[in-house]
């Protein structure tokens, strides 16, 4: 069973820096992940799907990259509405869906 | 604009079953490609997948939960639902519904906090 290692476990930057969390796979896998941002209270709003694909109405300083078994989200110039937890998801191990553990996002 | 919302009781006692249902509108659970599915979230931990269920009844389920587990379509209201047999503590957890499309979970209902306790 593949698993998602999210790193680091809490970021803490300031408005307009720039976010760089980590989601990395136990092993080799296709390029079909998701990331999802979740502000407290809410649920789960889909940010990137297939590695680096931005979903409907998410800004351009939201970008996915994958690198073998390593994928990233970056949030560039980061603000203040984006402080927030971040998961990844991949279906390498469909018909089961995998979640990372997260990244939270804070403000420093 | 496809919208999800979930209902049921937000109290269940120790060993009783959880039935949780989402409604969907803006779109049909017989959309192609599409299934329907419950994530739940602990209280301050991360997300756990539970199953997913198509409208025509197939899916999958979180192999740790199967056992007490049962999700339905029920494309004449256009719900599914969640059936969570014998339940301890541990099912203390917000219940979110979502569409999977493509394998990634792009509508999400708001979520229904359920607790577990006498």
Do not use: M
């Amino acid at each position: 069973e593949i698993v998602l290692t999210q790193s680091p476990a809490t970021l803490s930057l300031s408005p307009g820096e720039t976010a760089t969390l980590s989601c990395r796979a136990s092993q080799s896998v296709s390029s079909f992940l998701a990331w999802y941002q979740q502000k407290p209270g809410q649920a789960p709003r889909l940010l990137i799907y297939d590695a680096s694909n931005r979903a409907t109405g998410i800004p351009p300083r939201f970008s996915g990259s994958v690198s073998g078994t390593d994928f990233t989200l970056t949030i560039s110039s980061i603000e203040p509405e984006d402080f927030a937890v971040y998961y990844c998801q991949h279906r390498a191990n469909w018909p089961s869906l995998t979640f990372g553990g997260g990244t939270k996002v804070e403000i420093k | 604009q496809v919208q999800l919302q979930e209902s049921g009781p937000r109290v269940v006692k120790p060993s009783e079953t959880l039935s949780l249902t989402c409604t969907v509108s803006g779109g049909s659970i017989g959309c192609d490609y599409c299934y329907w599915s419950w994530v739940r979230q602990t209280p301050g931990k991360g997300l756990e997948w539970v199953g997913y269920i198509s409208a025509s009844g197939s899916g999958d389920q979180n192999p740790s939960l199967k056992r007490r587990l049962t999700i339905s379509p029920d494309t004449s209201k256009n719900q599914f639902s969640l059936n969570l047999s014998s339940v301890t503590a541990a099912d203390t957890a917000t219940y979110y519904c979502a569409r999977v499309k493509w394998e990634v979970l792009d509508y999400w209902g708001q979520g229904i906090l359920v607790t577990v306790s006498s």
